[in-house]
């Protein structure tokens, strides 16, 4: 009780401090702990933070380490209309923050049969290739493949397979990945897709040949171990 009444007592001025009067410096220090999504979301508390989320040494750690060639790529991309012409053109020497921004979003290259990207959140490199971009078992036969028209694809079409006995799918790619551990997945969708009253719906009337065990699907890279999944 004494404490506070000799506080209250006192001759201060509550409030002389805040936030907004943090260094900058002090503040790009903390966003470094702070993923992508965070650092834009703290922008709005204040100038000094504002500030410092534009900051090149915040976002420097969270840009690939191949970040400039990715830059050239969206930049070359862009100024052949292939990119997101609702974004601000992609150049090495923008500030870090507006590379961050156009890496997030999928830049398409090798004639727009490939995209890559980073993931928003924690800034890995992602890639995705289209079926037209590999050689497959009989792609160019009709009696077994078609090309659909779709949606779902961000390339726009799928490789749709009636019926095959086997098939091997190869493809190569020349592109400058920074150093790290990466995952590969093939997508496979069985079943054609469409819509019904408004919905979207898959026929599996027609699949037949996946109930025969085991059903094998080897994936042999060059210079790596052959993977096998049986399913």
Same mark, same amino acid.
């Given at each position: 009780?004494? $404490?506070?009444?000799?506080?209250?007592?006192?001759?201060? =001025?509550?409030?002389?401090?805040?936030?907004?009067?943090?260094? =900058?410096?002090?503040?790009?220090?903390?966003?470094?702990?702070?993923?992508?999504?965070?650092?834009?979301?703290?922008?709005?508390?204040?100038?000094?933070?504002?500030?410092?989320?534009?900051?090149?040494?915040?976002?420097?750690?969270?840009?690939?380490?191949?970040?400039?060639?990715?830059?050239?790529?969206?930049?070359?991309?862009?100024?052949?209309?292939?990119? !997101?012409?609702?974004?601000?053109?992609?150049?090495?020497?923008?500030?870090?923050?507006? *590379?961050?921004?156009?890496?997030?979003?999928?830049?398409?290259?090798?004639?727009?049969?490939?995209?890559?990207?980073?993931?928003?959140?924690?800034?890995?490199?992602?890639?995705?290739?289209?079926?037209?971009?590999?050689?497959?078992?009989?792609?160019?036969?009709?009696?077994?493949?078609?090309?659909?028209?779709?949606?779902?694809?961000?390339?726009?079409?799928?490789?749709?397979?009636?019926?095959?006995?086997?098939?091997?799918?190869?493809?190569?790619?020349?592109?400058?990945?920074?150093?790290?551990?990466?995952?590969?997945?093939?997508?496979?969708?069985?079943?054609?897709?469409?819509?019904?009253?408004?919905?979207?719906?898959?026929? $599996?009337?027609? *699949?037949?040949?996946? !109930?025969?065990?085991?059903?094998?699907?080897?994936?042999?890279?060059?210079?790596?171990?052959?993977?096998? $999944?049986?399913?």
């Amino acid at each position: 009780m004494g $404490t506070g009444s000799s506080l209250l007592g006192a001759d201060v =001025e509550w409030g002389e401090t805040s936030l907004g009067d943090m260094p =900058e410096s002090c503040v790009a220090a903390v966003l470094l702990h702070l993923d992508p999504p965070e650092i834009c979301q703290v922008a709005c508390l204040n100038r000094a933070f504002r500030g410092a989320t534009s900051a090149d040494c915040v976002w420097a750690g969270k840009l690939p380490a191949n970040y400039r060639y990715l830059a050239a790529l969206a930049a070359a991309a862009d100024d052949e209309g292939d990119g !997101d012409g609702n974004v601000k053109r992609c150049s090495p020497l923008s500030i870090k923050k507006e *590379i961050y921004a156009r890496l997030c979003r999928p830049t398409p290259f090798d004639a727009g049969t490939k995209e890559f990207w980073i993931e928003k959140n924690k800034g890995g490199l992602c890639l995705s290739i289209s079926s037209k971009a590999m050689a497959i078992t009989g792609i160019d036969d009709r009696r077994y493949w078609s090309h659909l028209v779709t949606e779902e694809s961000r390339f726009h079409s799928v490789a749709y397979l009636q019926q095959i006995w086997w098939l091997e799918v190869s493809g190569e790619l020349d592109f400058c990945f920074p150093a790290g551990s990466y995952s590969l997945f093939f997508r496979l969708h069985l079943g054609r897709a469409h819509r019904r009253m408004g919905r979207r719906v898959c026929g $599996t009337e027609l *699949i037949h040949g996946w !109930d025969i065990r085991p059903t094998r699907l080897t994936a042999p890279i060059r210079k790596v171990a052959c993977a096998l $999944t049986q399913l």
